[in-house]
Nanobody, 117 residues
Framework: VQLQASGGGLVQAGGSLRLSCTAS????????MGWFRQAPGKEREFVAISTWRRNTNYADSVKGRFTISRDNAKNTVYLQMDSLKPEDTAVYYCVASRVGTAGYDYWGQGTLVTVSS
């Protein structure tokens, strides 16, 4: 599975961005899709997941501000990020699971989000 993420950029605090990630292949709807992020000098951390069973889960730090969604017809998962904070600055990575699981087996190249104060 190849993942292509896009949508990163520079935004002021309080603003919004939407990240997109398109996956290759024909089994997108049977995979869990999610997002991780890595801030400078910090470890990579979980952000959100949309499971193949259509459940969603979020890190506490983004609950109520970020929304993950997916369009199976377009093989694309989205991360709508609202009320952005400087601490959301990071490289955001798209992840995909193996078919019928909720793991993090395939990783995209990352897209940089910078939130200015």
């Amino acid at each position: 599975v190849q993942l292509q993420a896009s949508g990163g950029g520079l935004v002021q605090a309080g603003g919004s961005l939407r990240l997109s990630c398109t996956a290759s292949g024909r089994t997108f709807s049977s995979r869990s899709m999610g997002w991780f992020r890595q801030a400078p000098g910090k470890e990579r951390e979980f952000v959100a997941i949309s499971t193949w069973r259509r459940n969603t889960n979020y890190a506490d730090s983004v609950k109520g501000r970020f929304t993950i969604s997916r369009d199976n017809a377009k093989n694309t998962v989205y991360l709508q990020m609202d009320s952005l904070k400087p601490e959301d600055t990071a490289v955001y990575y798209c992840v995909a699971s193996r078919v019928g699981t909720a793991g993090y087996d395939y990783w995209g190249q990352g897209t940089l989000v910078t939130v200015s104060s």
